[in-house]
């Protein structure tokens, strides 16, 4: 099955706080790789401990990572419920 996600940022490495600027991008994954499906995460300046956002980290098999905001989190998690058999709790 097959799903459009948007996400701000698709990277190995983590991101900072710029990257929530980033325009959002949008790639379709296969559900069948999705290996996980964080749940929301809390981000905070490093430096002044003022908070950013939140997002979620949707890795796949092949260890893509693509970094999503809070409404594409919604989105896909309800889509996977509604969709497929995979628990992501």
């Known amino acids: 099955m097959f799903y459009k996600l948007l996400y ?7 991101i900072c706080g ?11 994954i296969n559900l069948k790789f ?7 995460i ?11 956002g939140n997002f979620a980290i949707v890795t796949m098999s092949n260890n893509d990572r693509y ?12 889509f996977i419920r509604r969709h497929t058999e995979i628990n992501i709790d």
């Open 18 to 28: 710029e990257d929530f600027k980033n325009e959002q991008k949008t790639e379709t």
């Open 67 to 78: 970094f999503i905001d809070m409404n594409s989190f919604f989105n896909v998690n309800q």
């Open 42 to 52: 809390k981000y905070e300046n490093p430096f002044s401990g003022r908070f950013v």
């Open 8 to 14: 701000f940022k698709k990277s190995q490495d983590g």
């Open 34 to 40: 999705l290996l996980s499906l964080s749940g929301l």
